[in-house]
């Protein structure tokens, strides 16, 4: 009961601090091998022009069992040390967006909202009635409609285009934590491991106490 | 060649006689509940702290330009680094939970009153301290809510008369947070756990010379007591398995959920963040400071209101063993008190509207009241409780301890009936 009070009290601090701003429901990363390489594969196409994921190096890439081919693909002559450096120089970027689009490789979690923030934005691009292209989460966006929502009506191929977001919100999570499944697996480990010694305790506990009176 | 080691040592040490007067053989009452097991916990915390902090201070870079990139550094590179990391900044969180249970438990029962305003003085220093350390270590991660949090905090000392100016230049090393104060930040933050430490050994000394209290409130009499192993040490040990169960959820599995997402945005002295919120620790203070429209006067009331706890041996002078469970009235107050914290932890997350600001306002005044009333409701609530007689089995309680050993420090007080 005491402990249930303490997770609940934890709950309850954390959602005061956190309680603002998620966007649609929770859309769930997929965090499967091929969906993290179609999501760096359309990265590596639509997104790696502008922005940089300077934490992410192609050998972490590999190493985590992306194909190797694929890699050594999006890698062309730089070492593999290399990290996933933009291929617009920042003064370029200012002059056309009057900014340097920001490093992708913490965006899920420097975002309220993480991934699902980040999904919506994506396909969050519409015509405004006026003709101007704006977006629902971030009205005031420098960045162009890169997966091209707003201009498509067609149901299919809207869908196709949600898939394309999902599998990129999906590697920018794994980017951001690319240790999660790891953690989350050690994690279960010690939690069994835990439960079983807090069991132990409380019995070992019972019987010392079982000596009074 | 054991024993002809212990001996040696004992002949220049008293080795054999502080193991078994302070640790296995220390005489605890056996009615302690599971409250009583926080202090542990909160020492248990310490030493986490510690060792993950030193692991972690063999990576991290202090310096303005790289101890963002140190930090994923350790979360990406360093072999479980992410583990260090996770368990230091969930640790903080942890520690301030505990700490605060361990102030609720002694409010509850008035472990502070007499004998015990030391060891209650003791832990007010040691709040004190932990809230110094947990604030600077906030900033060493150098996201956007490090930088502003310090930058907000620290420019609050501006408030001091006649040489703000000079003491904010001086606690930043500089006109603004910058490196100058990221490093001599860091520098204190890894001192000071030390002097957490050598302040819990004061307050162990003197909890050894006081003896823990006790949910009765009465002082037991020797049969009543235990010793400490193996009788705490085992319910001590199964106390923290559970602590760590709900500790290591977090660590595993929500360890962002301690994290601002704007802290994962390197410090940029340009923008300022829209809502700069401090950790939850800190909340119900900050949410005094902002209640205060003045900003001398929010200073003065978020610096007292964290001050407030030492006075409670002068406030609370009533004669009613066992704080709260035997006293309705100050029970009543207690879980006032408590629901008034809530509410002020959430007005302090709220970015501040009209409605929020009067509600912080409401609540400020109910937190320095409750303080304030509390030598005039119990008093009375004492003449009403010895008018009523207390309970028969604290009755019989008192009783049969004063037969097995001293009186009550019964106090005598002008108006007392007879």
């Not at chain 2, 204190?188 to 050894?208: C, K, N, Q």
């Not at chain 2, 006790?214 to 009499?221: F, H, T, V, Y």
């Amino acid at each position: 009961m005491r402990k249930f009070i303490v997770i609940l009290m934890l709950y309850c601090f954390n959602s005061v601090v956190h309680a603002e701003d998620v966007r649609l429901g929770n859309i769930g990363v997929d965090a499967s091998l091929p969906a993290l390489e179609r999501g760096a594969d359309l990265l590596m196409n639509a997104c790696h022009n502008c922005h940089s994921l300077k934490y992410v190096r192609y050998r972490d890439l590999s190493a985590f069992g992306f194909d190797k081919k694929k890699v050594d693909g999006w890698r062309g002559d730089q070492p593999p040390e290399a990290a996933l450096i933009g291929l617009l120089a920042d003064e370029s970027a200012v002059q056309m967006f009057g900014k340097v689009p920001p490093d992708l490789s913490l965006m899920i979690k420097a975002r309220e909202g993480g991934e699902n923030y980040v999904y919506s934005y994506l396909i969050g691009y519409y015509i405004t009635p006026e003709g101007l292209l704006s977006n629902h989460v971030f009205p005031e966006t420098k960045m162009p409609d890169v997966l091209g929502v707003s201009g498509v009506t067609d149901p299919v191929q809207r869908t196709e285009i949600q898939g394309k977001a999902h599998d990129i919100v999906s590697f920018l999570a794994w980017a951001a934590d690319p240790h999660q499944e790891e953690r989350h697996r050690l994690g279960y480990y010690v939690m069994v491991y835990l439960l079983v010694l807090t069991a132990l305790l409380f019995a070992v506990k019972n019987q010392i106490w079982s000596r009074l009176k | 060649m054991q024993n002809k080691l212990i001996k040696w040592i004992d002949h220049r040490f008293p080795l054999t006689n502080f193991v078994k007067h302070e640790l296995t053989g220390y005489p605890t009452p056996r009615n302690l509940s599971y409250w009583w097991n926080f202090g542990f916990l909160a020492g248990f915390v310490l030493v986490l702290q510690v060792v993950t902090g030193i692991f972690l201070a063999m990576h991290y870079k202090p310096d303005a330009t790289l101890s963002f990139d140190s930090i994923q550094h350790i979360m990406r590179d360093v072999n479980y680094g992410w583990l260090l990391r996770y368990m230091h900044a969930t640790g903080a969180s942890a520690f301030f939970l505990v700490i605060y249970i361990h102030m609720a438990r002694t409010l509850y029962y008035g472990s502070y009153r007499a004998p015990r305003e030391l060891m209650w003085w003791t832990g007010q220093g040691l709040l004190l301290m932990l809230m110094a350390t947990a604030f600077m270590g906030y900033l060493l991660p150098w996201g956007q809510m490090s930088f502003w949090g310090a930058t907000v905090i620290t420019n609050l000392f501006r408030a001091t008369p006649y040489i703000g100016d000079q003491v904010v230049v001086w606690l930043r090393g500089d006109y603004t947070v910058g490196d100058a104060t990221l490093t001599r930040f860091f520098a204190l933050h890894y001192l000071f756990p030390f002097l957490i430490i050598g302040g819990v050994v004061v307050h162990l000394v003197a909890l050894h010379t006081v003896k823990s209290s006790n949910p009765s409130g009465i002082d037991l009499a020797a049969r009543d007591n235990i010793p400490f192993h193996p009788y705490f040490t085992s319910k001590d040990f199964y106390g923290l398995g559970l602590f760590l169960i709900v500790y290591c959820s977090f660590v595993f599995f929500f360890p962002d959920s301690m994290i601002e997402p704007a802290n994962n945005i390197p410090a940029n002295p340009m923008q300022t963040p829209t809502h700069i919120v401090p950790e939850w620790y800190f909340l119900p203070f900050y949410a005094i400071l902002r209640s205060v429209p003045n900003m001398v006067g929010g200073v003065a009331a978020m610096g007292l209101s964290v001050m407030m706890f030492a006075f409670m041996p002068f406030l609370d002078r009533s004669r009613i063993p066992g704080g709260a469970s035997n006293r309705p009235i100050v029970r009543i107050g207690f879980y006032l008190f408590l629901l008034n914290m809530l509410v002020l932890g959430y007005v302090g997350a709220t970015p501040p509207t009209d409605q929020i600001i009067l509600v912080g306002q409401v609540a400020t005044l109910f937190y320095f009241g409750s303080f304030l009333l509390i030598p005039f409701i119990s008093i009375a609530e004492e003449r009403w409780l010895i008018k009523r007689g207390l309970p028969p089995e604290v009755e019989a309680l008192i009783a049969s301890e004063a037969r097995g050993k001293i009186k009550l420090p019964f106090r005598r007080r002008s108006g007392d009936i007879k």
